[in-house]
């Protein structure tokens, strides 16, 4: 029998354990946003002991907060408070563990990425920091705060064996490739780096103009070793709301929401609002990014403009609309995607039997160029046949042996 707390649901279709996670997150986003001058200390106290109160009372809050990777982040809002006993000391321990390992591991990522930059420089190679390795540099501030898996770089499609080359000097070896992103790994045990060729994995479903991109990018002093160029904030803030999207990629990672939300609300960041819906719309992106957008507005007040979300979902249907606003959060949370699940949502999603068509193709077909870089040949070699026939093979066995655990239930 299914837990009480799973079995009951809110009006937005979220469980009583969801709803708790929500609001223990908008009382450690308080602690963050709260002014702490004479006038809202007292605002600050209650928020603090708020989010302790819950801390302490919903069991799987303390699990939630590390396996999305918040725990630097809740250090970080709670190191500076003394007498904490609603938190156990283990427990605070363990956040204080995951503050300084994370600050460990982004400096090197930081430095690493920095020598990778350097090397792209000098072979004329044009390279734009992504996600994480730009967020510590132009939001956070602060290496401890947001964890990154990997490096994430974006580079141009025709300079992908220029980089081969130099990253092979660096010595990083490429392991695999997947529709545009490039993953290579270090025999030194350095990060792991993620090469984009695409502004998204699924860009056939968009009409992105890289010349608009290019022309807004914005320079920083990366990492104090060198200059760089990072996307604008308007098209910096798609590109995290993508990774949200619904029905597009697998790994709904909340961290993401965390970015877009501290985005919105840093004041030194002067968003184009009117940019943002116009290249969404002109891009076919603003009906995928109307949802985080969406939530970031409604459930912590972020500041997103009430005419901007009219505009990016008046291409959605009521029933579309009442889903993305009462039910996907709890989608999010939840990160039970299976591979043929997400694929059959991406179907739903994609505007237009073109598209549809498209995302299928690419299933069963992928591009060429990525089967010869996923197994290191030429792209005009026969053996791309055997391998296109392997694979269709494989899904046809598969999909074979779902359907015989479907009928035998």
């Known amino acids: 029998m299914r837990s009480q707390n799973k079995k009951v ?8 354990t969801q709803v708790s996670i929500i609001n223990s997150i908008k009382n450690l986003l308080a602690l963050d946003s709260s002014v702490t001058d004479k006038g809202q200390e007292n605002i600050h106290i209650e928020n603090v002991r708020a989010f302790l109160k819950d801390l302490s009372a919903v069991p799987d809050l303390k699990k939630f907060y590390q396996e999305h990777l918040l725990g630097p982040y809740v250090y970080h809002n709670l190191k500076k408070l003394q ?49 994480g390795v730009a967020l510590i540099e132009t939001l956070y501030r602060n290496p401890a705060i947001r964890p990154m898996a990997d490096i994430d770089i974006l580079v141009k499609p025709d300079d992908c064996q ?49 010349s608009e991109i290019y022309r807004r990018l914005r320079q920083i002093n990366f990492n104090d070793q060198i200059r760089l ?50 290249f969404a719309m002109r891009s076919g ?20 403009p009430a005419q901007v979300l009219i505009k990016l979902g008046s291409e959605l249907s009521g029933k579309r609309i ?21 694929f059959l949502e991406r179907l739903v999603w994609a505007e ?42 494989k899904i046809l066995k598969k999909a074979e042996a779902r359907n015989k655990k479907v009928r035998s239930k």
């Open 9 to 16: 649901r809110s009006k937005n279709n979220m469980s009583i």
């Open 83 to 131: 007498g904490n006993e609603n938190i156990s000391d283990e427990v605070l321990a363990q956040f204080e563990n995951e503050y300084y390992l994370t600050a460990v591991s982004n400096i090197e990522k930081l430095y690493a990425s920095a020598n990778i930059f350097q090397a792209f420089k000098k072979e004329n190679i044009f390279g734009i920091p992504l996600k």
């Open 162 to 210: 220029k980089v081969r080359h130099v990253l092979g000097g660096l010595g990083y070896q490429l392991f695999e490739s997947y529709r545009g992103s490039y993953n290579f790994i270090n025999s030194e045990n350095k990060p792991v780096l993620d090469l984009h060729t695409r502004f998204t994995r699924y860009e056939m479903l968009f009409n992105i103009d890289y």
């Open 229 to 278: 160029k990072v996307f604008s904030p308007e098209h910096q803030l798609i590109h995290l709301a993508l990774h949200l999207a619904p029905g597009l990629y697998s790994d709904l990672n909340f961290l993401n929401l965390f970015d877009l939300y501290h985005m919105l609300k840093n004041k030194k960041i002067l968003m184009d609002w009117e940019y943002v819906g116009d």
């Open 285 to 304: 992106t603003s009906s995928y990014i109307y949802a985080p957008l969406y939530i970031c507005e409604k459930i912590f007040r972020a500041g997103v």
């Open 322 to 342: 009442n889903y993305l606003e009462n039910h996907y959060l709890a989608a999010i949370l939840d990160k039970n995607n299976t591979g043929t699940k997400i």
């Open 352 to 393: 237009g039997f073109l598209k549809k068509l498209k995302l299928i193709r690419t299933a069963l077909f992928p591009e060429r160029r990525e089967i010869a870089d996923r197994f290191n040949i030429p792209e005009n070699s026969p053996r791309l046949y055997g391998l296109y026939m392997s694979r269709l093979w």
